[in-house]
T-cell receptor, first 114, second 115 residues
Framework: SAVISQKPSRDICQRGTSLTIQCQVDSQVTMMFWYRQQPGQSLTLIATANQGSEATYESGFVIDKFPISRPNLTFSTLTVSNMSPEDSSIYLC???????????FGQGTRLTVV | AQSVTQLDSHVSVSEGTPVLLRCNYSSSYSPSLFWYVQHPNKGLQLLLKYTSAATLVKGINGFEAEFKKSETSFHLTKPSAHMSDAAEYFCVVTRLNNAGNMLTFGGGTRLMVKP
């Protein structure tokens, strides 16, 4: 298993500002993922963050809006830049230890942009 | 390409009656499939997983699912619903891309349990 700590758990931010979300894992993992869950919706993958390489973004997500850092095998950050009310969502960090094994999720960061 | 369709966005059952949450998938290769549960204001918890072993998979809290390749289905069942089962349920299939292995989520099914 893996224990994932996400910070902050929730925040209310002004439009036009940026928020950085931190994800800390209790052990080393190769693959880390960032998801967005808009209100009442399912989870959508934003990007894959592997240590030592640039993050890989899914269609509809760009690095300028969601820059990601992955400085080591236990930590990653996601920044939501120049926020607008449409960015109000839950953002979740996830890890896989191996292909075809279950993913573990952080508790999520509930972001409200006003 | 992989995709997952959860056929019901909402399911309502009475406590003590069976639960059926339906999931169909498409995949260009033999997938791994999962069911996750999300309780209000809580994180995602794995209920069960299928990874090419036994087609009938038993999970936590009395849930089970059967992988049917011929029907491309992975429906979640429970013989008797409990009030604590009220939550959002996600059917998930693994997907590969250049960066590694990640998950494709279905749209979710909200299970409501009436007393």
């Amino acid at each position: 298993s893996a224990v994932i700590s996400q910070k902050p758990s929730r925040d209310i931010c002004q439009r036009g500002t940026s928020l950085t979300i931190q994800c800390q894992v209790d052990s080393q993992v190769t693959m880390m993922f960032w998801y967005r869950q808009q209100p009442g919706q399912s989870l959508t993958l934003i990007a894959t963050a592997n240590q030592g390489s640039e993050a890989t973004y899914e269609s509809g997500f760009v690095i300028d809006k969601f820059p990601i850092s992955r400085p080591n095998l236990t930590f990653s950050t996601l920044t939501v830049s120049n926020m607008s009310p449409e960015d109000s969502s839950i953002y979740l960090c996830s890890v896989n230890r191996d292909t075809n094994t279950e993913a573990f999720f952080g508790q999520g960061t509930r972001l409200t942009v006003v | 390409a992989q995709s997952v369709t959860q056929l019901d966005s909402h399911v309502s059952v009475s406590e003590g009656t069976p639960v059926l949450l339906r999931c169909n998938y498409s995949s260009s290769y033999s997938p791994s499939l999962f069911w996750y549960v999300q309780h209000p204001n809580k994180g995602l918890q794995l209920l069960l997983k299928y990874t090419s072993a036994a087609t009938l998979v038993k999970g936590i809290n009395g849930f089970e699912a059967e992988f049917k390749k011929s029907e491309t289905s992975f429906h979640l069942t429970k013989p008797s619903a409990h009030m604590s089962d009220a939550a959002e349920y996600f059917c998930v299939v693994t997907r590969l891309n250049n960066a590694g292995n990640m998950l494709t989520f279905g749209g979710g099914t909200r299970l409501m349990v009436k007393p």
